[in-house]
């Protein structure tokens, strides 16, 4: 499995030979605040162990699971060095040799919650819902929302698959990941366009499989992007301003970033505040790639601190996976998910979301 590294030779290589250019951009390292967790010094732990430095092992495994996926070191590299793709990799190795932490792997192998509203979706139809791992509330809610945007009536993936399995390919789990995403696009195949509540899947979908040798028929979208400019009528419902946060995926990854921020101007009576940094410099909640997983308290220490510089207004994001993280780990801060705020404003006689 080692030579799955070998692949990205030339990242590994400018990466130790950088003088920690990105080290302020990385949410995990600030956080965390050692040198060891900095994408210089996740990389060259990949090189010690790549070249026989350093060995394969428990250690190098926990190690590498400091970091979300955010790309935020990528967004600052003179190089575009792509330091999750590279660690993914390095986790592979680790999970082959059996140096993978527990925690990780039982995250990219764990199920989508329950989500009743889901679940009673026929299955197939033009329009297929993607849920992954939000909870049944923001299924409900993007239900509404794309009914109301002329996208009902909603089907299941055939054979009732609700996420990609990216969580496995984050965690080190390759062959699963093609295996699980394998039987997603089996059951899109057929519909005119796949919407993905979690822009994790949409990513997986959209860029992930494809990079893999295999395509989904269907235009991918997040449910962001599919309801943008279609829903009319809706109602502010928000009193004052709100802080936007891009979500890494959706950011970053797919590059949306408008679409949800409109949507938001149209139920909020005061202003869509952006955090110090935003866009394509935005923060990390801390959930991705496991972290909240493996380091918790990293993990809401991350999300804690990506929510700071804006201190009192209340939190949208436009990830359901994000916003039960930021919940948790700002405790007492109101922090809501895109659906279900803009969904109460379908038809929201007044108020605040609670
Ligand atoms: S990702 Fe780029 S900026 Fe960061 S350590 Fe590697 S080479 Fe330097
Ligand atoms: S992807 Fe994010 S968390 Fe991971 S090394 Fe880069 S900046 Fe740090």
Same mark, same amino acid.
């Given at each position: ?58 250690a190098s495994g926990a190690l590498w699971t400091h970091c979300t ?57 033009? *329009? !297929? +819902? ?6 049944? %509330?923001?299924?409900? $809610? =993007?239900? @509404? &929302?794309? #009914? ?17 399995? *990216? !969580? +496995? ?6 062959? %699963?990941?093609?295996? $699980? =995403?394998? @039987? &997603?696009? #089996? ?18 979908? !959209? ?15 997040? &449910?962001?992007?599919?309801v943008a400019g279609r829903l009319a009528n809706l109602t502010p ?118």
């Amino acid at each position: 499995m080692l030579r799955l590294l070998d692949a990205h030779r030339h990242a590994i290589d400018t990466c130790v030979f950088c003088p920690k250019l990105c080290r302020f951009a990385c949410p995990v390292a600030e956080a965390a605040a050692r040198e060891t967790v900095t994408p210089w010094g996740l990389m060259t732990r990949i090189d010690d162990v790549h070249v026989g430095r350093a060995p394969l092992d428990a250690a190098s495994g926990a190690l590498w699971t400091h970091c979300t996926g955010c790309h935020r070191c990528q967004a600052v590299c003179k190089h575009d060095n792509d330091v999750p793709e590279v660690l993914y990799d390095a986790r592979a190795a680790a999970a082959a040799g059996g140096h993978a932490p527990e925690a990780l792997l039982a995250w990219g192998r764990s199920g989508t919650p329950p989500q009743p509203a889901f679940d009673a979706l026929p299955e197939g139809g033009p *329009v !297929r +819902l993607v849920p992954g791992h939000v909870d049944d %509330a923001t299924v409900q $809610a =993007a239900v @509404r &929302l794309l #009914d109301a945007a002329g996208h009902g009536p909603l089907g299941r993936p055939i054979g009732g698959a609700g996420a990609s399995g *990216v !969580r +496995l390919l984050e965690a080190g789990l390759p062959e %699963a990941f093609d295996a $699980a =995403a394998g @039987r &997603l696009a #089996d059951g899109l195949e057929g519909a005119r366009l796949v919407v993905c509540l979690d822009p994790a899947d949409a990513l997986a979908l !959209r860029r992930d499989l494809p990079a893999r040798g295999r395509t989904v028929g269907a235009p991918v979208q997040h &449910l962001t992007e599919a309801v943008a400019g279609r829903l009319a009528n809706l109602t502010p419902i928000v009193e004052g301003d709100v802080l936007y946060l891009d979500a890494c995926r959706l950011g970053r990854g797919l590059g949306v970033y408008d679409a949800p921020r409109r949507t938001l101007e149209a139920i909020v009576t005061g202003r869509v505040v952006e955090a110090v940094m935003h866009h394509a410099e935005g923060g990390c909640c801390g959930a991705g790639a496991g972290l909240a997983a493996t380091q918790p308290a990293l993990a809401a220490q991350v999300g804690r601190e990506a929510v700071a510089d804006v201190p009192g207004l209340p939190v949208v994001v436009a990830s359901g996976v994000c916003a039960s993280h930021l919940r948790v780990a700002t405790a007492g801060r109101a922090v809501h998910g895109w659906a279900t705020l803009v969904a109460r404003a379908l038809s929201a006689p007044s108020q605040e979301e609670e």
